[in-house]
């Protein structure tokens, strides 16, 4: 059979056979992240995945997709292309999580300036570094070269995930009642989130990446670049033993933007900022921005990457499970009377 190629695409800036090694490149990390359901290799024209679900009732597909917005930017001033695959996989599985549904399969979409298979499959191995840390499988994705719409060294990732959640066991808000308590999850740094204002504060550029800062203990470019955290098999094991009400992704918006989004309308929450020691790095965002603080909170994750209510006499089985699974958990607030607003005392 005749190979695929085509020197006319070629010439306009399109190489077919760079897609093909790319493929061939990542097919060992996507192969790595099958895990029982997966119906299909690499390479088809669709991802195929067969669910199990003997033990449902009512099997529910919960799904999301998101990107990784511009702290990509960041990665191509590093020349660092190996977690931000990371990055788009927590954004997607970190939302599906929250409605007490688990991952079970992602795919990618990457456009990009020019195919270069092994920049490629760097960043595809991040994807999967991710679905390893979620449990899911990467089933399919898209590499698409768009010469003329990206500058030189230039690319965009989204991402896309499905998961299955029994009806009866979905995250729902009317359980939440005053007296419950607010638990927090450290996160790992900024995550994937108001980097276009980290940018112009920093007027970020290859150079001051680089520079040692004594606060953060390592480079700038280190901590900003720092991948998003995924917290599903914690929250999923806390689920299995624990009366979880209501959880919250910390992502753009912050606090005041995504933590009433888990409320019913009958409640509201008290959140203690002085609970937890807040991140060096966003007290640096302040500092050197002149940030109100209540903006820090509305635009950042300041270091809580996720919250989650419990009721208060199953908040210290909550904070062992948790603290047992690996993560750093703090009790943060509480339950009140009211219709979804975030209190903060500053």
């Known amino acids: 059979m005749e190979k695929s190629f085509s ?69 191509f001033l590093m020349n660092k292309h190996d977690t931000i695959g990371q990055d788009c996989v927590a954004m997607c599985v970190n939302d599906i999580v929250c409605c007490g549904a688990r991952p079970i399969f992602f795919l990618d979409y990457m456009s990009l300036w020019k195919n270069i298979p092994e920049m490629v499959a760097t960043i595809v191995k991040g994807v999967t570094d991710g679905c390893k840390m979620a449990g899911c499988a990467l089933v399919g994705g898209e590499t698409a070269e768009m010469p003329g719409l990206y500058s030189e060294n230039e690319y965009d990732l989204a991402g896309f995930s499905v998961g299955i959640v029994d009806q009866e066991k979905m995250i729902n808000s009317e359980s939440i009642e005053v007296g419950d308590v607010v638990i927090g999850l450290a996160s790992s740094g900024v995550h994937s989130n108001g980097f276009s204002l980290v940018r112009k504060i920093f007027n970020v550029n290859e150079e001051n990446l680089k520079e040692y800062r004594e606060e953060l203990g390592k480079t700038l470019g280190e901590a900003l670049i720092e991948p998003t955290k995924i917290y599903v098999k914690p929250v999923l094991k806390l689920l299995e033993q624990v009366n979880v009400k209501g959880i919250s992704h910390i992502t753009g918006g912050g606090f005041y933007e995504n933590m009433p989004r888990m409320l019913n309308e009958k409640v509201a929450l008290n959140i203690n900022k002085d609970s937890y020691e807040v991140p060096a790095i966003f007290k640096l965002i302040q500092k050197e921005g002149n940030i109100p603080l209540r903006d820090m909170y509305n635009t950042f994750n300041m270091g809580i990457g996720m919250a989650i209510i419990v009721p208060k006499n199953e908040q210290e089985k909550a904070l062992e499970i948790l603290k047992e699974a690996g993560e750093t958990a703090y009790v943060i607030g509480e339950v009140v009377e009211g219709n979804k607003e975030i209190n903060i005392k500053y």
């Open 7 to 75: 020197n006319s695409y070629k010439e306009a800036g399109v190489d077919v056979t760079a897609g093909y090694k790319s493929v061939e490149l990542m097919k060992k990390y996507v192969q790595s992240t099958y895990i029982p359901g997966v119906e299909s290799d690499l390479g088809g024209f669709g991802g195929l995945f067969a669910p199990d679900i003997k033990d449902m009732k009512k099997p529910i597909l919960v799904s999301g997709t998101d990107g990784v917005g511009t702290k990509l930017k960041l990665a």
